[in-house]
């Protein structure tokens, strides 16, 4: 028997706990080697043992490979409980390790709470797979908050998910590592067990999935734009 979704976020949760708050440079930096590569290459020997014990005996291939791929994306962002990380990270891409980050659940003018104000990315039962209804962050929210920084032009982000979403199983996990190490751009919180449950079900389902994550960018870019605008027409009518 498979396991469960259920199972599966449970699993995911708490291997996302385990790796965001290890302090271990050889830790990190066994799973940073891993970064695109399959459960079974050479360069994931050395991080069975931090994520293996997350993965269900029973798990399936995209399932083990999406446990594996999320503990390496995390390990290559800078922690952000760790200055000196964040710092030489800074002086490498250029940005202010003092900008507060656009957290998943934050509220006021994230795009998470302008968002969810529709209901448009609450999760429901078909959507996953019989999980409880719970808010949906994924890959196509971070990068609609993303493009509506201005910190790139939202054509290139948008260009960029199109051939995200056309990847089969391999290419995903190529091209979805450099579009996480950009959100760092905008400081933008990731949903790291919501990933995990997309990417475990990219092989069977990534017509759904690929769904979610456009309508999630294209409602979260809308959703941030209109803000913005009306936040300067506010601020016009107040200078006349």
Known sequence: ??????????????????????????????????????PASSQARTVHRIVAPFVAADADEATERAFYAVASMIAALPRETDPEADSDSDQETGTDSKTEPISANSCGDSANSAVAEDGSQTGSDDDAGGLPARRRITVGTTLGQWAALDLVKADTVEARLHLLCRQQVTGVHRH????VSRLRDGRIEIDWQQMILDLADW????????????????????????????A???TESENQ
């Open 1 to 38: 028997m498979s396991t469960s979704r259920e199972e599966i976020a449970w699993r995911a949760e708490k291997m996302v706990e385990r790796v965001t708050a290890t302090k271990s440079p050889g830790d990190r930096a066994a799973l940073r080697r891993a970064l695109r590569r399959a």
């Open 176 to 179: 979805l590592p450099g579009l």
């Open 203 to 230: 092989d069977r389902s990534r017509g759904r999935v690929a769904k979610n994550w456009l309508q999630d960018y294209y409602r979260t870019l809308y959703s941030l734009t209109q803000q913005k605008k009306s």
């Open 232 to 234: 300067w027409s506010d």
